[in-house]
């Protein structure tokens, strides 16, 4: 956010060579009072409004040099006049210049803060908007508050419901804190083993929810104030009615109510994000509106609130926006790196992904320290605070070892490292390419080995599949755990029809202009600096390196959105925040002294809207209402007649139902980020293979399943060639290649290894007998 200041405006250059003549020779008329704004060019003479522009655009430009030699006009005149008189005068003078000026500091305090207000006003109505929106949304296609407790519960499938069962349990504890015990020594997820899911699963969201949840219905209820609402639903179609509880006091009411509450407050941050950005209301207002008109490409907290995402996603806005900040201002100051370490917390906690995403971030800040846009111990400050951030998350997370053996802690150390010993190995002063070559060499080959070393010390193989999913993408390589991964439509490559959508509302056309923008005018001093030394081409540099930096983030998130079609949650928003830049006038003030900004942003935003507006429609008209009587019959029978450590088996997506609705034991779940949880399921998901009947019942007998749940859906459905599951067995088991899959033989007849207990449309429950 940028308001007037008596301090320096970064929006403008430097002044060059020949506009201090400019400068000292406007009129005097044309040099506005402290709390005053340069006026427009048509409003005065174009010789004082265009030296104004260039010497800063704003009062400092506008201003006198006060080391002229001598100043004309009545003011000078009447000074001299007075200094003549003698003491009493010059006091009085000195008197009254005290007054003009307290007076207007205070018009200038006065109208600072009425911007401050405004832009706070405008975040906050930006941030109600898009809260009204996401739950109008999800009401829409659920007809949430309508369902049941069951049904709520079904609603959040695969691992939304995993996630939302540990808040479950410590809100029905006796007790917050047997609650969190509860889930530090669980036995009911990986059966027969005891985890601690909160280093496991990122679940200090559903802790901290938990806790809000508890501390709520425990004041209201000594308040004597009713916190939710139940009534009979009547669901027609021969079914039995249900009862529907809608208010806070519902636990998934209040689960879904502050996700929804967090991302509208996502909404206020881009506002502030943008205006900051590109110094201009007009920016945050750009950034806004092209998220509402590509919403459906920047987030999907509507349609999956309880995903790891849509708790961590606004804490990196925050930090972004604090990082920019950052690269901003000359020296960084304590408060600031606090700042961004908390928010580094806050995002990486909630999210196993984060790190990949931070990964980007300090390579990019890299890219633009070795270039010259900032200087070196302004980037060792900000590792420093990833490094803490890291430390407590670590600590946080029970020493999770992914975060210590993961390609950014060893990112943070080399670039460290670099930064310390490339001064003293490389001893030019002169920065030259072949120097950027080796450090980014460097770093490449650094981080990759210091990856390698310290998962090999550690015994650390959790990860193993990231790699193998980037080889799936670049060589064709293939395993039962890659397959499971890339045969989902959110892990396959970016859908050719996305670029078409950001195109169609103007969005990526308006940021490849921007993006254009910056890399020539980087291109352009990089060149200069390779032959050039001096304080103007330095200071240009830094005034537009968090722009640069910008560009390189965007580069980064376009290559893991094409290479995995779920990560254009990253770039679509970060398209939204560069689309700001079309206002700022570090980038387009050439632009704007032959247009008016305003004129021009609200053009393009026009043409934005036609098809924004159908987008928009295009979700306001999704109506329906969840219904899962299958599975709902499945659970209901599960409750009724199996004992209550009974243990289960099946998909993934189903498993994590069955613990939610009915908290029998599990051995497998959709959380697949351990190596030890992907042998089980590749055990579990045998049923699908080719392999005899009585391997699969000797493994599962291992594992102690009870009960193994069929979907025959799995065994025949095909999302694309060689995605069924017997198709993704035939790449890991080809020994058996061509036999029936078992899981068809089990639906025709089950006996003798198996017994058939429940069957309907969907599901059929396999009882394991003992042998």
């Known amino acids: 956010m940028v308001v007037p200041s008596r301090g320096r405006n970064k929006e403008s250059p430097p002044l060059k060579p020949g506009q201090q003549q400019q400068q000292q020779q406007q009129s005097p008329g044309a040099s506005p009072s402290r709390g005053r704004r340069p006026h427009s060019p048509g409003k005065q003479g174009s010789g004082g409004a265009r030296a104004m522009r260039k010497g800063g655009g704003g009062r400092r430009g506008a201003r006198g040099d006060p080391r002229g030699p001598y100043r004309e006009g009545p003011a000078a005149d009447g000074e001299r006049d007075v200094l003549g008189r003698g003491p009493l005068s010059l006091l009085r003078l000195c008197g009254e210049r005290l007054r003009v000026f307290i007076v207007d500091r205070k018009a200038f305090i006065t109208k ?66 047997s609650g969190v015990g509860a889930i530090m020594n669980d036995k009911l997820t990986e059966y027969p083993l005891v985890i601690n899911t909160l280093q496991r699963f990122n679940l200090y969201p559903e802790v901290v929810l938990a806790s809000w949840y508890r501390t709520y219905t425990t004041v209201m209820d000594f308040l004597g104030v009713p916190t939710k609402t139940c009534w009979t639903v009547n669901r027609g179609k021969g079914l039995s009615p249900v009862e529907s509880c809608e208010g806070l006091g519902d636990p998934a009411s209040f689960y879904v109510a502050v996700i929804f509450l967090l991302n509208g407050f996502m909404m206020s941050l881009f506002f502030i994000y943008g205006t900051y950005l590109s110094g201009s209301r007009l920016g945050g207002l750009v950034t806004v509106l092209c998220f509402f008109f590509n919403h459906g490409e920047c987030t999907r907290v509507m349609w999956t609130p309880p995903l790891r995402e849509s708790f961590s996603y606004p804490f990196l806005v925050l930090q972004m926006l604090i990082l920019t ?25 909630p999210w196993q992904f984060a790190q990949f995403v931070l990964l980007t971030q300090i390579a990019s800040l890299f890219a633009v320290c070795i270039m010259g846009y900032i200087d070196s111990s302004k980037l060792q400050k900000i590792l420093s605070a990833h490094m803490v951030s890291l430390l407590v998350c670590f600590i946080l997370m029970f020493g999770n070892s992914m975060l210590l053996t993961s390609y950014y802690a060893a990112s943070l150390v080399v670039i460290s490292g670099i930064l310390e010993w490339s001064p003293k190995i490389l001893k030019r002063r002169k920065r030259e390419v072949y120097v950027w070559v080796i450090e980014g060499c460097a770093w490449l080959f650094g981080t990759v080995t210091l990856k390698y070393l310290t998962s090999l010390v550690f015994g650390i193989a959790d990860d193993a599949h990231i790699g193998n999913i980037l080889k799936s993408k670049f060589i064709g390589y293939k395993d039962f755990d890659t397959l499971m991964y890339t045969c989902a439509a959110e892990f396959d490559f970016m859908e050719k029809e996305t670029p078409v959508r950001y195109t169609k509302t103007l969005l990526l056309p308006v940021v490849l202009v921007v993006f254009g923008v910056i890399i020539k005018r980087a291109i352009k001093y990089i060149l200069y600096s390779l032959s050039h030394t001096g304080r103007y081409e330095k200071e240009e540099r830094f005034n537009h390196g968090e722009l640069v930096f910008h560009a390189l983030q965007l580069l980064a998130y376009s290559v893991l959105a094409i290479l995995i079609m779920r990560l254009k949650l990253f770039l679509t928003p970060h398209l939204c925040i560069m689309a700001s830049l079309m206002c700022s006038k570090q980038l ?126 799995l065994c025949v459905s095909r999302k694309r060639p060689g995605c069924s599951m017997p198709e993704i067995w035939d790449v890991e088991d080809p020994a058996n290649r061509g036999k029936i899959p078992l899981c068809t033989l089990m639906s025709k ?15 059929r429950v396999l009882k394991i007998p003992k042998e």
Not at 117 to 127: C, I, N, P, R, Y
Not at 136 to 152: A, I
Not at 325 to 349: D, E, H, K, Q, W
């Open 749 to 763: 007849d089950s006996r003798p290894y198996f017994i058939t207990v429940f069957e309907n449309s969907n599901y």
């Open 588 to 713: 387009f003030g050439w632009l704007f002294y032959k247009v008016q900004p305003k004129t021009l942003v609200f053009a393009i935003l026009a043409l934005m809207t036609i098809e924004g507006s159908a987008n928009l429609r295009t979700q306001w008209n999704i109506m329906g209402e969840f219904s899962n009587l299958p599975q709902e019959e499945l659970l209901e029978w599960i409750q009724v007649n199996t004992r209550q450590d009974a243990v289960f088996a099946g998909a993934m997506p189903t498993m994590a139902s069955v613990k939610l609705s009915t908290l029998r034991p599990i051995v497998n779940h959709p959380h697949y980020e351990d190596a030890g949880l992907r042998a089980r399921t590749k055990v579990v998901y045998s049923m699908y293979s080719r392999k005899p009947a009585s391997q699969v019942k000797r493994d599962l007998v291992k594992l102690g399943v009870n009960y193994y749940i069929l979907e025959e859906s």
């Open 112 to 177: 600072a803060d009425s911007n401050i207000w405004l832009t706070f006003f405008l975040a906050v109505f930006a941030g109600v908007l898009h809260w009204c929106h996401i739950t109008t949304l999800f009401e829409n296609d659920r007809h949430f508050s309508h369902l049941s407790t069951l049904e709520r519960e079904m609603a959040f499938r695969t691992e939304m419901g995993l996630y939302y069962s540990y808040f479950k349990t410590i809100i029905e504890a006796p007790s917050f804190w």
């Open 325 to 349: 900040y950052i690269l901003r201002i000359p020296s960084i100051n304590t408060g600031s790196l606090i700042a961004l370490c908390v928010s580094n917390i806050f995002f990486m906690l």
